[in-house]
């Protein structure tokens, strides 16, 4: 089974890639990026990098991490229509979506929900034997969502997707 992992963003968002039969491995990861400041014109390029990128890797299911909180409403806004192309772009494919926090995904990669930014990367790397891989934060958050999100199949449950 092929996994994707998406931590959408407000001009950018992070994927990764794993297949998952008895182990995880990773396929790829990378930064959807978007090259303009209109807002419009961003979300129309996100919504085509999207597209090319399930259209090469043909992902079963998909892991997409929720927006817990924002103390800045402008952010929130932008993230929240960069999300919205996403699920679009997924949906439109048929693929299983899979709404996640980011609390759910420290502690399903981490086993802690306090977990920093470099907890997860290292269990991600650790996980996925990624030793000499260099990215972007958000590349690893990306694989930590779609590792979280294959446990969650694994054990015929997904995880509690209202955890904040």
């Known amino acids: 089974m092929k996994i994707i992992g998406i931590d959408p963003g407000s001009t950018r968002a992070g994927y990764g890639i794993i297949s998952f039969e008895k182990t995880p491995s990773f396929i790829a990861g990378g930064i959807i990026h978007t090259h303009s400041s209109d807002?419009?014109?961003?979300?129309?390029?996100?919504?085509?990098?999207?597209?090319?990128?399930?259209?090469?890797?043909?992902?079963?299911?998909?892991?997409v991490e929720k927006l817990y909180f924002a103390k800045n409403?402008?952010?929130?806004?932008?993230?929240?229509?960069?999300?919205?192309?996403i699920l679009l772009s997924l949906a439109q494919r048929g693929i299983v979506i899979e709404e996640i926090t980011p609390l759910a995904v420290k502690q399903g990669i981490s086993g802690w929900g306090g977990a920093t930014k470099k907890d997860?990367?290292?269990a991600v790397r650790q996980t996925l034997m990624l030793d000499g891989f260099k990215d972007h934060d958000d590349v690893f958050d990306a694989l930590a969502i779609a590792l979280v999100t294959a446990y969650s199949l694994r054990t015929n449950h997904f995880i509690e997707k209202n955890t904040s």
Not at 39 to 63: I, M, Q, R, W
Not at 73 to 84: C, I, K, L, M, Y
């Open 39 to 63: 807002k419009n014109t961003l979300l129309a390029e996100l919504y085509t990098s999207c597209n090319e990128l399930l259209d090469t890797h043909k992902p079963d299911v998909a892991g």
């Open 73 to 85: 409403v402008r952010t929130a806004t932008e993230v929240s229509q960069s999300r919205g192309v």
């Open 120 to 122: 997860v990367e290292k």
